[in-house]
């Protein structure tokens, strides 16, 4: 099995592929200039351990954080793991508060987390969204107690790309002297992030979400006032105690080399995705007619679409277009028959959620994609709707 | 650059690896995703799964993937609420994973004595997780699992088992040991670094560490690292053991560790009694700290260890050699040599040159220190 050359990716918030700069920064340290970053007493270990922390400063600087505040990790699951369960934890060990709030978008990993600490004596409050999917700020502010300890609310979400109001969430959440964490795998590098200006206090990162490979992360951890966590992860005592385990060198430095090249061609890139959207739905709409868009086109990172195609189940859809990835909502559930939870908070009914497909442009996307992806999807729905359906044989 | 004999801290990807794994940076994919670039990243995935499985004996359903051996020992230890049992000259990842556990004592040639495994199983009132690691990472030495797995099943003990050194350095079948767990790393076998396994009977219940989403059959959430395990399959697969590539490398050891005791006489070679992985020589200059000896040895151009990599940062006596029975000096004079597949006679021949050289000088110092006295 191999992918056609004329096939179309268009799934970037499942991932996205390695950008040919970051690829080309990693690749000596795999063998040429290989180490461990922990050997510091020889030669291989400090060149390493160079790299690493050069890759750090630019991760660092993608979200207006200082190096020693950044964490590398796995991936965006292990840091929100080790977000939420590492500083609620903390506080339960410490009697220092023993509630979470989360809101009900959250990509699973968070979800998850946060019913981990049920386990250990936790309260959760899981926030509702509204119909364009956010989160109200005076909300939050009504659900923090005295024993709040964090508040989880992701930046972008990865259905239907919209950016929560953090700044917002950030001002209520040190007024009141509760952590605010923020899941920004969909949003690094592709929207402004300041955790300054924002007061956030952790902030989970995905390399493969933004150019770099899979199986790296990170998790900028706040040192003024200082956010307190406890490790999921413990032995060697690397990344400051925070997070054991040879650090892979290739992958920070991919990690570091794609933060410093999405924080240079940022906004250039959004306006370009936002043009090769419009022109998505503006050719969708033309020949299909009345399409519904899944969450607030305004404030809405400019790779997503989240769109539905009434009376058109979206798994047959998609099984009618093997040349073209798209998805019917994240790609850790796609295997799941369920309507996608984040669009029924949205108050959308079975059937609406059920004719909702996912379509995620990126860097490497082209106009000519666009227009073919246009043409196919349009095509698959007509023949959905009028019964035609020739459900691709493989 | 120069002569690189710490393979037990991290091995250079191996061509075949990174060519691999190029291929598979190549493909955009996530193995979840259930289009056709999603089921080509899953089909890296599944193949990866098997060689892995196959390198440790088991099948592959048995394979979690992990982010690493470091991952993969927190997750053991961790996954289970029973009481744990670690021997004392375990590796950091494994000793601190647990602040409760009943540390076992070791004898002087660092295996785990089985009298002091038995008093303390049959003295807990109920069945424990006992974590004995396959072979040692500072000293090379080999545990008798099988007879700790014996032991433990008397008690209904589970085994786990860090076999992160020994996996393609020595025959490694996780069905003959028994155990019901057992990590690997990818980077110690000419893998790349950032990722592991935890390999798992499958009727086990054990908590997952990282949670939300149901990769790994709900043993290990996150988007799974496709060109790493892709690369991790194929150092699996090269990593095989019945080439005798390692044997040639423990005869190389037995001739430098000869030739070091001839030139230096008082010079330690620890757990030299015991069995021992090929490629490993923990080897103690009595008056010369670890990190004078790493100094030295790295002005000349050659990278060797005082203790684990993970540690080396910190001026602390070796754990393991402290639990062999060895005092604060001793514990704090030893460095850690380990070759790997490819390492050549002459860059041996080239350490044995400075570190005696370095035993030499150190003779001298002392001697001029006593006629100065």
Request: charged share 20%.
């Amino acid at each position: 099995m191999s992918v056609a050359p004329t096939a179309i990716y268009l799934d970037h918030q499942a991932t996205t592929p390695v950008d040919p700069r970051v690829l080309d920064a990693m690749l000596p340290w795999f063998s040429e200039t290989f180490g461990n970053a922990h050997s510091e007493q020889h030669a291989w270990g400090r060149q390493a351990a160079e790299a690493v922390e050069f890759a750090r400063e630019k991760v660092a600087a993608l979200i207006g954080a200082q190096a020693r505040e950044v964490v590398f990790t796995s991936g965006a699951t292990e840091s929100n793991n080790l977000a939420i369960k590492g500083a609620v934890r903390f506080a339960l060990r410490h009697g220092r508060g023993k509630h979470v709030i989360t809101a009900v978008s959250e990509h699973k990993c968070v979800l998850e987390s946060c019913e981990a600490l049920t386990e250990d004596g936790a309260d959760v409050t899981v926030l509702p969204v509204d119909g364009e999917g956010f989160v109200d700020p005076g909300a939050v502010e009504s659900a923090i107690r005295e024993d709040t300890v964090l508040v989880s609310i992701m930046a972008v979400n990865n259905e239907i790309g919209v950016i929560q109001p953090l700044a917002e969430i950030g001002a209520i959440c040190r007024e009141n002297g509760v952590l605010l964490h923020t899941d920004a795998a969909q949003a690094a590098g592709k929207i402004e992030l300041d955790v300054n200006a924002m007061n956030i206090d952790l902030l989970s990162i995905s390399g493969h979400k933004m150019y770099a490979p899979k199986g790296i992360g990170a998790l900028y951890v706040r040192r003024r006032p200082r956010a307190r966590i406890l490790a999921e992860i413990s032995g060697g005592g690397q990344e400051r105690g925070f997070r054991s385990g040879t650090l892979p060198v290739p992958l920070t430095v991919a990690l570091g080399e794609a933060a410093a090249v999405a924080q240079v061609e940022m906004t250039g890139e959004g306006k370009r995705l936002a043009e090769l959207r419009a022109r998505m739905v503006a050719r969708l709409r033309e020949k299909l007619g009345a399409v519904t868009l899944n969450g607030s086109m305004d404030r809405r990172v400019p790779g997503n679409l989240n769109i539905g195609f009434a009376g058109v189940d979206a798994e047959a859809l998609m099984a009618e277009l093997p040349e073209l990835a798209i998805s019917t909502g994240s790609a850790c559930t796609s295997a799941s028959v369920e309507p996608s939870y984040v669009l029924k908070a949205l108050d959308l009914s079975d059937a609406e959620a059920g004719s909702a497909v996912r379509i995620g442009f990126g860097r490497f996307t082209t106009l000519g994609e666009v227009d073919a992806a246009a043409d196919m999807i349009v095509k698959a729905v007509k023949n959905q709707r009028s019964g035609n359906s020739v459900r691709a044989a493989e | 650059m120069g002569i690189y004999l710490d393979h037990n801290a991290t091995t250079p990807v191996r061509p075949e690896v990174a060519e691999a794994m190029m291929a598979a940076l190549a493909q955009t994919g996530n193995a979840s995703s259930v289009h056709r670039f999603g089921r080509l990243a899953r089909r890296g995935v599944d193949d990866a799964r098997e060689a892995v499985a196959a390198l440790a004996g088991t099948t592959a359903d048995r394979v979690v993937f992990t982010s690493g051996g470091t991952e993969a020992n927190n997750s053991a230890l961790r996954g289970t609420e029973r009481r744990a049992f670690v021997s004392a000259v375990e590796h950091d990842s494994v000793l601190s994973a647990r602040a409760d556990a009943t540390v076992l004592p070791v004898d002087s040639t660092g295996s785990i004595d089985l009298d002091g495994l038995r008093d303390a199983l049959n003295a807990a009132s109920e069945p424990v997780l006992v974590s004995v690691m396959y072979a040692n990472n500072e000293t090379g030495v080999v545990q008798p699992v099988s007879e700790v797995v014996s032991l433990a099943r008397e008690f209904g003990a589970l085994v786990h088992c860090d076999a992160i050194q020994a996996a393609g350095k020595l025959p490694l079948s996780m069905e003959d040991l028994g155990v019901d767990l057992l990590s690997l790393s990818a980077h110690k076998i000419g893998g790349p670094q950032g990722v592991g396994a935890l390999l798992v009977r499958p009727d086990l219940d054990l908590d997952p560490l990282v949670r939300g989403g149901g990769q790994e059959r709900r043993r290990r959430a996150g988007t799974e690292n496709v060109p790493g395990i892709v690369g991790f399959g194929t150092a699996a697969r090269l990593a095989d053991v019945g080439t005798g590539q390692f044997a040639a490398v423990g005869e190389l050891r037995s001739s430098m560790e000869a030739q070091l005791l001839e030139n230096v006489p008082d010079a330690v070679l620890y757990g030299i009694e015991a069995e021992r992985l090929p490629n490993t020589s923990c080897i103690g200059l009595p008056g010369v700290t670890g990190e004078m000896q790493v100094m030295t040895l790295d002005l000349a151009g050659i990278a060797v260890s005082a203790g684990s990599a993970c540690s080396s940062g910190k001026v602390t006596p070796s754990h393991v050699l402290h639990a062999m029975g060895q005092d604060d000096d001793a514990a704090r004079s030893a460095i850690r040599v380990s070759f790997g597949r490819d390492t050549r006679k002459v860059e041996i021949e080239r350490f044995v040159e400075v570190w005696t050289q370095m035993a030499q000088r150190r003779n001298h110092e002392n001697q001029a220190r006593r006629s100065v006295a």
